[in-house]
């Protein structure tokens, strides 16, 4: 095998660099970490109904949805199977009653399904394995911390529940670094 240095170089680089762009080739079509694009629009639509947007900013606009992916990939993945068993299900039921999905059905309707699924009411045959008020307790849970927490774990984008409740940015105690001896 005879190859000079020169071409024996440019193979590596061509290899090397084929290896760092391997990863732009996959076909995660999901921005997500966690969820499906799927599971994400069923959960943006929940997320919504329980922060709408108003004359201030609801949950989509505090990137709740990304605040709740984020958690359920670095702190809580035991959350995942409850997100996604309960998402299934809700789209289940959802497609049986209505003929289309959660996130797809009017605000009215949303409202309706939301209120059966806290209160455990909805039909019991899609949610086999999973409580119909532990999922929506989390969904609200995360939610909630999404929205009033602080942006640093991934939420509140732009401050906008601080901005909604006219607070200032709070300060992180503990973080202040004194000299002594002045």
Not at 75 to 84: E, G, I, N, S
Not at 97 to 119: C, D
Request: aromatic fraction near 12%; include cysteine.
């Amino acid at each position: 095998m005879d190859i000079s240095r020169r071409e024996f170089i440019r193979k590596i680089g061509l290899l090397y660099g084929s290896i760092l762009f391997y990863p732009s080739c996959t076909k995660n079509v999901s921005p997500y970490r966690v969820f499906t694009g799927d599971e994400a629009a069923c959960l943006i639509a929940l997320c919504e109904q329980i922060i709408p947007a108003d004359q201030d900013a609801g949950a989509t606009d505090a990137g709740v949805i990304r605040f709740i992916d984020r958690q359920t990939y670095l702190r809580f993945p035991d959350d995942l199977p409850t997100y996604q068993k309960g998402i299934a299900a809700l789209q289940a039921t959802c497609k049986e009653a209505y003929g289309m999905l959660f996130e797809k059905l009017e605000n009215v309707t949303q409202i309706e399904t939301i209120k059966q699924l806290e209160q455990g009411k909805l039909p019991a045959e899609h949610w086999e394995g999973i409580g119909q008020q532990s999922f929506f307790n989390l969904v609200l849970n995360r939610t909630m911390q999404g929205f009033y927490g602080s942006p640093r774990h991934g939420g509140n984008k732009h401050y906008v529940s601080y901005r909604m409740l006219r607070l200032d940015y709070p300060l992180l105690i503990g973080q202040n670094r004194y000299r002594h001896g002045y």
